[in-house]
């Protein structure tokens, strides 16, 4: 896990009027969809990140604004409570089909990273089979499933049932997300519809619309 951040030490962003009537304000560097942005959700809750590839890194955790400072509290991913409720049944055929569900509802199976676990502890990665769902075609009749998700491994527990409905306790960005990177407490100033570092000199950005 990365212990640098790419918002830092310099930062403007700025956010749009739609995206200050959705479940959170984001605030973007630019266009590209590499550029940094930050994502301020209404529960007090943000999400940050940068970068494109293997060079993205991400940071999760608490923020709170005091006049016209914003505090953030970064925290570690695998401290995340990530599973909401777990949905078991059985349906006939050879197939494990697993339904995955952000905070909000919006299904986000297509984005599952899936491992099986065998008997003797090993792990292995799983070949989802069709491509885009969460779906796996002749399990393995030993071990269990596991998703990989905030840097936890997340078990589906074995025996008679062979679909599952996983609700989860995070939005789809952070669930989709990897690359996490470690940080400490840093705040930035709220002007004027714009997130600016104390710094003298900070970089602009521009504003931008979430859907």
Known sequence: MKHSFFLLPALLLSVTAAGQTADYELYKQSPD?????????????????????????????RWQQVQDTVFFLPQPPENIKVVQSLTAFF??????????LASCGKNISDSARMFWKRTDGG???VLISPPGTARIIHPPSEGHLLLSMMDQYIEVPGGFANNFILKLNIPAQWASAHAWCR????????KDGKLVTPDAIAAAYQQHAHQ
Request: glycine share 14%; charged share 20%.
């Open 33 to 61: 969809s590499c550029a940094a942005s930050v994502m301020l959700y209404r529960d007090g809750t943000f999400f940050a990140e940068g970068g494109c590839g293997r060079a993205a890194e991400r940071s999760v955790g």
């Open 91 to 100: 349906t006939p055929g050879d197939t494990l089909n697993l339904t995955i």
């Open 123 to 125: 792990i292995d990665p």
């Open 183 to 190: 940080m400490g407490r840093f705040y930035l100033l709220k």
